[in-house]
């Protein structure tokens, strides 16, 4: 074994083809002359020495000639395999045309297909019967984890339980967290923990990867799971743990558990409330709105939902509302009607929604009874905001805040033009999946996607740079006002509620600065503030160039 880089630099290389080898150090052809005299490298290469840049124009080449998505996700795993740097390069320098690629939507198919497309592994796998050795397993891994992104396999998007294929998605996260934000590849680490599948598809494929039981459940899943904490927490000490794509009858609970405990956060909870109240914040400057005058009503009523309605209840009170009138705002329609007192089958999590009201069948007649100011669909049911909803929030509202979040794009609520042609151009529109500039009655409206990765990758960076104990709801609050700010009136004037995508790194420092600022002013920080936090924060931003 050579000796590894430390993070940030000072590397100790190992030479010849042990170099070429390690895609931590490889440049490839990009290795200058002199880099080829020093490190035994000549003969290895072809003589000509290349630019990163025209590495990096080889490999999209390549990859434009490629349709299939799944096939461009392959090539660029191998790129991520080969030579880590040019693989963040061409992800900071096409951030809207790599995203799609390396998580959503095409990571969906890629965790469906992993053990097809399967090559080399990344991340670390705990399997439910490594129970009692799971700290000795976390010590394999070679570097000191700053933050892990764990999943369980068990709702991979809205694709449902895919077990141990669900690795692709804390894979592609953390790619997301050093390309949109820098965080140094080697503080990142994915991990699946196998508890097994329910999965009869999974069960069958020869190559599945996982685990061949059915999932555990009850105090076997949480004494496995409570051991993977501990032992993260003693193993890499002060980590940031990042919980995704947990079922719900898991996720609100470890979330609970955990978030005072360990630094940790849910970003399909926590991170999308930040993405969709910064998306209202920007709604509000366009249509002169005040928070604590708007009344949502949220279709579908999971994860998205309640973490959207228990961030904007908090931006409320603070806004200067009691909790009660700020719970009282905020509604949701679940797959049996609108979310009301007297409903005897609500999960706890819907439990704070649940207001005296009649009980109301569907989603258009609860609009008609609540006369909300935005709507908010997170049901992943395609479709539902039909003709008549949208015409019904063009009438009651001047100009209504309709967010169709739902993933992929077949589940959205509404297509972009859909919702500005049925309100007449007045929708103050955000979606979860991407759709194109539209024209309507000669002005163009560009819709952006109220995308997570604004979020999650600036509230990890400020939780490492501050070593920051815990991840409050201060932070995603400040992290949206942040988000919100950096609209500008260029982009407000076509309907933009987020920034443009390429502007993800300066976003994410900003963000992460804002996080610091945050955990330094609260005494949550585990360092004293620097006297410039946001150089402090840009200092510790890996740059994928040579
Ligand atoms: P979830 O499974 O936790 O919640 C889904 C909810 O929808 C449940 O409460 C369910 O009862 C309800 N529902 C199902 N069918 C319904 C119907 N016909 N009518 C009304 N409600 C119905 O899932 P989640 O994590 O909350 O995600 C929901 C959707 O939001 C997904 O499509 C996801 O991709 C999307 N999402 C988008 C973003 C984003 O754009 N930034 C972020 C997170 C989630």
Redesign the pocket.
């Known amino acids: 074994m050579y000796e590894k880089p430390e993070v940030n630099g000072n590397h100790s290389a190992p030479s010849g083809l042990a170099l070429l080898r390690d895609p931590a150090l490889n440049h490839g052809t990009g290795f200058t002359e002199a880099e080829r005299d020093k490190h035994n490298l000549r003969g290895f290469l072809p003589p000509h020495v290349h630019t990163q840049k025209e590495q990096a124009m080889r490999v999209l080449e390549r990859l434009r000639a490629v349709n299939d998505p799944l096939e461009k996700f392959v090539a660029l795993n191998a790129l991520h395999d080969r030579n880590e740097s040019l693989f963040f390069r061409v992800l900071c320098d096409n951030i809207d045309e790599m995203q799609p690629l390396v998580y959503t939507p095409t990571v969906g198919l890629a965790c469906q297909k992993f053990g097809h497309i399967f090559q080399r592994p990344r991340g670390l796998f705990i399997g439910a019967n490594d129970r009692g050795r799971i700290a000795q397993l976390l010590r394999n891994w070679p570097y000191q984890a700053g933050i892990i992104v764990v999943t369980d396999g068990e ?1 991979i ?2 694709l449902g339980d895919l077990g141990a294929n669900g690795m692709g998605i804390p894979v592609g996260k953390l790619s997301l967290y050093t390309a949109c934000a820098g965080v140094h590849p080697q503080l990142c680490l994915p991990v699946t923990i196998d508890v097994g599948t329910n999965s009869a598809a999974m069960m069958q494929d020869p190559f599945y990867v996982g685990l061949r039981q059915r999932r555990l459940t009850g105090a076997a899943y949480d004494e496995l799971l409570d051991e993977f904490i501990t032992a993260a927490s003693e193993v890499f000490p002060g980590v940031v743990i990042q919980f995704e794509d947990f079922a ?1 009858h898991n996720a609100f609970r470890l979330l609970k558990k955990y978030r005072d405990r360990i630094c940790t956060f849910n970003d ?1 909870i926590q991170g ?1 409330a930040a ?1 969709a109240l910064s998306g209202i914040f920007s709604a509000l400057r366009i249509n002169g709105g005040k928070l604590t005058e708007q009344k949502l009503l949220f ?7 309640t973490g959207i309605a228990d961030l904007v209840v908090a931006a409320m009170i603070a806004g200067g509302l009691a909790e009660s009138d700020a719970r009282q705002r905020c509604w949701a ?3 049996r009607g609108l979310v009301v007192k007297s409903r005897t089958d609500l999960a706890e999590h819907k439990l704070p929604y649940a207001h005296d009201h009649a009980r109301v069948g569907d989603f258009l007649s609860a609009i008609k009874a609540l006369k909300p100011t935005a709507i908010v669909g ?4 395609g479709g ?1 905001f039909t003709q008549q909803v949208l015409e019904e929030m063009a009438r009651i509202n001047k100009q209504p805040i309709v967010f169709a ?3 992929p794009t077949s ?1 959205a609520e509404c297509t972009a033009e859909e919702a500005y042609r049925w309100t007449k151009g007045r929708a103050l529109f955000a979606c ?1 999946s991407p759709f194109d500039p539209v024209k309507y009655e000669g002005k163009t409206f560009v819709p952006r ?4 990765s604004y979020i999650f990758p600036g509230i990890g960076l400020g939780a490492i740079t501050s070593r920051a104990r815990s991840i409050t709801d201060e932070m995603f609050m400040v992290a949206a006002q942040t988000l919100a700010q950096l609209v500008t009136q260029a982009d407000l004037d076509q309907g933009s509620l987020y920034p443009a995508l390429p502007r993800i790194r300066e976003v994410s420092a900003h963000i992460a600065t804002a996080v610091a600022e945050c955990a330094y002013k609260n005494g949550l920080a585990g360092k004293p503030r620097p006297d410039d936090v946001a150089a402090d924060v840009r200092g510790q931003m890996f740059d994928p160039n040579y």
Do not use: F, P
């Open positions: 709702r998007l809205g719900n399909d999308t993405v279709l579908g009523a999971g994860e998205a939902a329609v679940d797959s997170v049901a992943a049911v539902t979040l739902s993933n589940q979860g996607q109220g995308n997570n």
